[in-house]
């Protein structure tokens, strides 16, 4: 008979952290790692920035724009940006196209408060930027925060005017209102998620009327005079712009250790960051693809997110200039939605089961399925997928962890995963667990963030 211990050793998994498993010198990586991460974060704030900061980082590596018909051989290094609001980047392979493209699919729209067509109005003295929310938001949290505004404006010239104010030191922010606790108290009283309203998010644009002119709508008239003297324009361009309010706060570490990083927009550039590094670092005979989507968080919607046609008829051009057939290159493809999950929160417990929830720094997460409500809403990942990311995986030695989010009927909730699921290709759910997922500042740790580049690299080179 076996010995007890050594059983245990044999049967049993115990899931351990990245920490008790690669030591020092591999978390001191990590540590740098994270600081190339920060930086990311600070200049992609929306998924505008997001492919601004992605091309400028392609380019550097040597990646060139590809349009739809362009040739390509073997050792290109291209980038396809979609109206400047998704990107899909790849390196063509030395193998054959059919044996299938490697595809590291995140998103970069990020949950904010988006301008309404007509937003600016007065009211008792005050100037305010009417906002319609953009995701999931628990509303309360984004009060009494110092906000950005960021985004771009359409002018009838077709020209497009970039718009970033509150992230220089020297810049104003914006701001949104809540009630005194002391008058507070009825408010108090109603739930959470109806105390705040979304006609109540508006933001803090102005007390100072025009100079000379002090009647109603004033100070009204005095900011659309502020952005005629900034941008040179008039309140009907702001119909055709695209503005939105995010944090003005930057990425940090938190706590003594500097082991975890706060920021905003984790969810979900924790894996559009290490997905773009992965693919521009590794070598591989395969052609790797790195997509960065927009619209996940309202449901992949329209021809930036990932139901776009555009990423099929990217497919479909690489093989007619390979020679390849399409249907075959997209059966053998394989691809990781590279997505966050909700970390185990020891504050919440009771919307957790612990046995299968993601924990912070126990690595990349691989999930096999998302959904709600008994899994719909899911792809749902084969067994046969999930053995061999797992093999590849412990082979060259990534630490992982699998799990679900949160309790069964708690919620729930989905990512890109089957909308490319959908074109034939084998898909799962991987990434980075994060707490206080879609909050106006998320917490991700460094070590988890590095297990996710390292599993993507192998990944693309398996
Ligand atoms: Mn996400
Ligand atoms: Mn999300």
């Not at 980038?79 to 970069?108: C, D, M, P, Q, W």
């Not at 008829?313 to 399409?326: H, M, N, R, T």
Request: proline share 3%; with cysteine; glycine share 10%.
């Amino acid at each position: 008979m076996k010995d007890a211990k050594q059983l245990k050793e044999e049967l049993l998994y115990t899931k351990k952290t990245v920490y008790e498993v690669l030591g020092d010198d591999e978390v001191a990586k990590a540590y740098d790692y994270a600081e190339g991460y920060k930086s990311y974060l600070d200049t992609s704030k929306t998924e505008r920035e997001a492919v601004d900061t992605s091309i400028a980082m392609l380019e550097a590596k040597g990646f060139r724009p590809y349009a739809l018909g362009d040739t390509v051989k073997a050792g290109d290094k291209l980038y396809y940006n979609n109206r400047g609001k998704s990107l899909y980047a790849f390196t063509i392979g030395t193998e054959s196209l059919e044996k299938g493209i490697r595809v590291l699919a995140s998103h970069i729209d990020s949950p904010r408060l988006d301008f309404k067509p007509c937003p600016v109005y007065e009211d008792c003295g005050i100037g305010f930027f009417k906002t319609h929310y953009y995701g999931g938001i628990k509303k309360y949290q984004w009060t009494t925060i110092p906000l950005a505004i960021h985004g771009v404006i359409g002018t009838k010239s077709g020209e497009t005017i970039k718009v970033c104010i509150g992230e220089d030191d020297n810049d104003p922010i914006f701001y949104i209102n809540d009630i005194l606790p002391h008058l507070g108290q009825e408010l108090a009283k109603k739930p959470l998620g109806e105390a705040i309203e979304g006609e109540m998010l508006n933001l803090f644009a102005g007390s100072r009327p025009y100079s000379g002119e002090y009647g109603a709508d004033s100070v009204k008239l005095n900011i659309l005079a502020i952005l005629n003297e900034k941008y040179g324009i008039t309140e009907v361009d702001l119909m055709s712009a695209e503005l939105c309010a995010v944090p003005a706060a930057k990425a940090r570490d938190i706590g003594l250790d500097r082991a975890a990083v706060g920021s905003y927009g984790h969810d979900d550039r924790v894996c559009a960051y290490p997905s773009l590094t992965a693919m521009t670092d590794v070598d591989s005979a395969h052609t790797v693809m790195c997509i960065l989507a927009d619209k996940e968080e309202i449901g992949s919607e329209g021809n930036s997110g990932m139901q776009s046609e555009i990423f099929r008829d990217i497919i479909v051009e690489l093989s007619k200039s390979l020679g390849a057939d399409e249907a075959i290159v997209r059966r053998n493809s394989m691809c990781l939605s590279a997505d966050v999950s909700a970390a185990y929160d020891p504050n919440f417990k009771g919307v957790f089961e612990k046995r299968n929830n993601p924990e912070l720094s126990c690595g990349v997460v691989l999930l096999k399925y998302t959904g709600a409500r008994g899994k719909s809403g899911t792809s749902d990942a084969s067994s046969e997928y999930m053995s061999y990311l797992r093999s590849i995986m412990d082979k060259e030695g990534i630490v992982w962890q699998s799990g679900e989010l949160g309790k069964i009927d708690a919620g729930g909730g989905g990512t890109v995963a089957k909308f490319i699921a959908n074109l034939n290709i084998d898909t799962i759910d991987v990434g980075v667990p994060v707490i206080a997922m879609h909050a106006p500042y998320e917490l991700i740790s460094k070590v988890d963030l590095y297990e996710t580049y390292k599993a993507f690299k192998v990944f693309a080179k398996a």
